[in-house]
């Protein structure tokens, strides 16, 4: 029965290349193919390769183009998976071309904190594949390597919340989790047919409260902060003997934080407090790396100068906060006066559910500016779940924005994305229309959904 559903799921994935009309995918589809950018030999490497699409115009939109820029009654054109030209009044010879008239145009929303594949629907306990919660250090741990890419939360953030890339952490029980993976959002029967080719590796930290939870209440270090700081050091200092030894002898934790202290992997810490924030801040420049984001960065607002000094991201929620101590001290206004401290600010989810309306916890967070009295404008808004993820995750060369010569990720909203009401209606994966409001037959139906109820449904 397996097998036969496994062969059902392969035949919709070749029917949503071939039933393309109008921008959309054709022929075969390209997962099935072997290409790879990545090189030879790298364990579990990419084997994404974008399905195909047709040469295609957006005219008449207004857009967003995800680095602060708006043009009202523009033109996007894309082909060969790539952006060719973004603005107003453009030729559309050679290109099929969709009215975009009194609609509105983003790049691809990215989510840099999800962990869909790793807790999957349904959240069963045979499903939580995302803590390695065994150990206070576990970075020899690859969270691709819990990714199900059956989770139907990929479709549903497809369809609902126009992601085209996101980011798969580690959980945070441990003050070292393991490494991330990047993810482009389509259909694959296997992770490394969704891995963002040329993407770097991310590396989950945690402080505060979790970790010292987790392993005080079984009676080992650490039980306190500073107990995770200690930890947190001593592992570092291991790392860094490793890595400035010899390391022909494969030892797979040291490897991914040598990675980091070569500036090869990205650190992305979780961390509610300021105060911890600053002291994560001394620490990555006592053992010589970097952070890229803190995430969950509710009191970000107190340290705004800080983060803008260290170049550090906050990863944050619009108005999640309260739910412990570490997360009292939130306030909705939190984006906005980063923003007004000249800091990188980026939405994020964390949640199955929330990937589905970064669009509108963006909305939220500017609107919380507003009533301060700082007026944000709509198109910086949209950099907050566009261009600023992709910097913090290191894809900013490839995608975020609609540049010339950068990935065709491209969102169709029938409305101001930053409305309640609006909803994307295209969205497009390098080019390759993968998701239609207007077409039922390109909503992506994961294997685990034949048959079942509700099944394919994006409401």
């Not at 994935?13 to 090189?39: F, I, K, M």
């Not at 003050?175 to 047919?193: C, E, F, H, I, M």
Request: charged share 20%.
């Amino acid at each position: 029965m397996k097998r036969l559903r496994a062969i059902t799921l392969l035949g919709g994935a070749l029917a949503l290349s071939a039933c393309a009309t109008t921008g959309g995918a054709t022929g075969s589809s390209a997962e099935t193919t072997t290409a790879s950018s990545e090189a030879a030999g790298t364990p579990y490497a990419s084997t994404y390769s974008a399905y195909p699409g047709v040469p295609t115009a957006l005219v008449g939109a207004t857009i967003y183009d995800g680095a602060g820029g708006v043009i009202e009654n523009g033109t996007v054109l894309f082909r060969d998976g790539k952006v060719v030209e973004v603005g107003a009044n453009l030729s559309t010879d050679g290109y099929t071309v969709l009215d975009g008239t009194g609609k509105f145009v983003t790049p691809g929303i990215i989510d840099i904190h999800s962990h869909l594949g790793d807790y999957p629907t349904p959240s069963v306990d045979a499903h939580s594949d995302g803590n390695e919660a065994t150990s206070p250090t576990t970075p020899d741990v690859w969270a691709e390597h819990s990714v199900w890419p059956q989770d139907p939360g990929f479709s549903r953030a497809l369809a609902n919340g126009g992601i085209t890339s996101l980011q798969i952490l580690p959980g945070s029980a441990n003050l070292v989790g393991g490494r991330s993976v990047t993810l482009k959002n389509v259909p694959a029967r296997t992770v490394q047919g969704m891995k963002f080719p040329g993407a770097p590796y991310g590396m989950k930290m945690a402080c505060g409260e979790n970790p010292k939870r987790v392993y005080g209440s079984r009676g080992r270090m650490p039980s306190t902060r500073m107990g995770n700081f200690a930890v947190n050091r001593q592992t570092w200092l291991d790392a860094k003997a490793y890595a400035e030894g010899d390391r022909k002898k494969r030892d797979l934790a040291k490897e991914t934080m040598a990675g980091v202290l070569d500036g090869d992997i990205l650190v992305h810490n979780h961390c509610y407090r300021a105060d911890e924030m600053a002291l994560v801040m001394d620490m990555a420049k006592e053992m010589g790396y970097k952070v890229s984001a803190f995430h969950h960065a509710v009191e970000s607002y107190k340290i705004g100068d800080l983060l803008r000094e260290n170049d550090v991201c906050s990863a944050i929620w619009a108005d999640w906060y309260g739910f412990k101590m570490e997360s009292y001290d939130g306030i909705p206004e939190n984006g906005a006066l980063l923003w007004q401290a000249g800091a990188c600010v980026v939405i994020h989810s964390d949640d199955e559910n929330g990937i589905q309306r970064l669009n509108q916890e963006a909305a939220k967070a500017q609107a919380a500016g507003k009533r301060m009295g700082l007026d944000i404008p709509d198109a910086e808004v949209i950099g907050w779940i566009t261009l600023n993820a992709a910097k913090a995750m290191g894809i900013d060369g490839m995608t975020g924005s609609l540049e010339a010569g950068k990935m065709a990720d491209v969102v169709l909203w029938n409305g101001d994305p930053l409305s309640v009401y609006s909803r994307p209606e295209k969205v497009w994966v390098d080019g390759a229309l993968m998701y239609d409001a207007n077409d039922p037959k390109r909503r992506p139906v994961s294997d685990f959904e034949l048959g079942q109820p509700g099944e394919g449904d994006v409401k």
